[in-house]
């Protein structure tokens, strides 16, 4: 469940400023008075939004299929862990280290596909940290999870400062590499 909020904004968050650029819309908004943090939350928010919308209602998909067609042992296991909680807590912050990479690759790309799959594995480092908790390598506790959800949420919010320091809007405007 935890891949939803890696894919989809790495996806989307890629083609952000670079298949703005390729179809010609985003020199007019990059001329506009909009400061580069407005524009970059603008285009995260974008991509955040329904990232979230479409991981937790799968999620309450997967919650409601459980409790009507699980064995009752399976279903008080998944409500008694910390399952729901690692979904509630690491799909926002899982989202938001995929936009912040996939902008990044976007405003430094100058073709969408290679900007997505650069962003892809740009997104990696949290998907091999997920995997290793659904394989228990890693054990998943709560102090653990709200521990990495705070290291996550500290990492996108440094990761929303340097995308913007490193954003240039002349660069894009009149196409100048350097």
């Given at each position: 469940?935890?891949?939803?909020?890696?894919?989809?904004?790495?996806?989307?968050?890629?083609?952000?400023?670079?298949?703005?650029?390729?179809?010609?819309?985003?020199?007019?908004?990059?001329?506009?008075?909009?400061?580069?943090?407005?524009?970059?939350?603008?285009?995260?928010?974008?991509?955040?939004?329904?990232?979230?919308?479409?991981?937790?209602?799968?999620?309450?998909?997967?919650?409601?299929?459980?409790?009507?067609?699980?064995?009752?042992?399976?279903?008080?296991?998944?409500?008694?862990?910390?399952?729901?909680l690692v979904q509630l807590l690491f799909t926002p912050m899982l989202a938001g280290?995929?936009?912040?990479?996939?902008?990044?690759?976007?405003?430094?790309?100058?073709?969408?596909?290679?900007?997505?799959?650069?962003?892809?594995?740009?997104?990696?480092?949290?998907?091999?940290?997920?995997?290793?908790?659904?394989?228990?390598?890693?054990?998943?506790?709560?102090?653990?999870?709200?521990?990495?959800?705070?290291?996550?949420?500290?990492?996108?919010?440094?990761?929303?400062?340097?995308?913007?320091?490193?954003?240039?809007?002349?660069?894009?405007?009149?196409?100048?590499?350097?």
């Open positions: 469940m935890l891949v939803i909020p890696v894919i989809v904004p790495s996806v989307v968050s890629a083609y952000s400023v670079v298949g703005e650029r390729e179809q010609g819309t985003l020199e007019p908004v990059l001329t506009t008075p909009i400061r580069r943090e407005e524009f970059l939350i603008a285009k995260a928010l974008a991509a955040f939004v329904p990232t979230l919308v479409i991981a937790y209602i799968v999620f309450g998909i997967f919650l409601a299929a459980a409790a009507l067609f699980a064995h009752p042992v399976i279903v008080s296991a998944i409500y008694a862990g910390t399952h729901v280290w995929a936009i912040w990479v996939g902008i990044a690759v976007s405003a430094r790309s100058t073709d969408v596909r290679a900007a997505q799959q650069l962003s892809m594995l740009g997104s990696l480092p949290p998907l091999i940290i997920v995997a290793l908790m659904a394989l228990n390598v890693i054990t998943v506790s709560t102090a653990l999870a709200l521990a990495l959800a705070a290291a996550l949420m500290a990492v996108d919010l440094l990761a929303w400062r340097v995308v913007a320091a490193m954003f240039d809007r002349e660069r894009l405007v009149t196409g100048r590499h350097g």
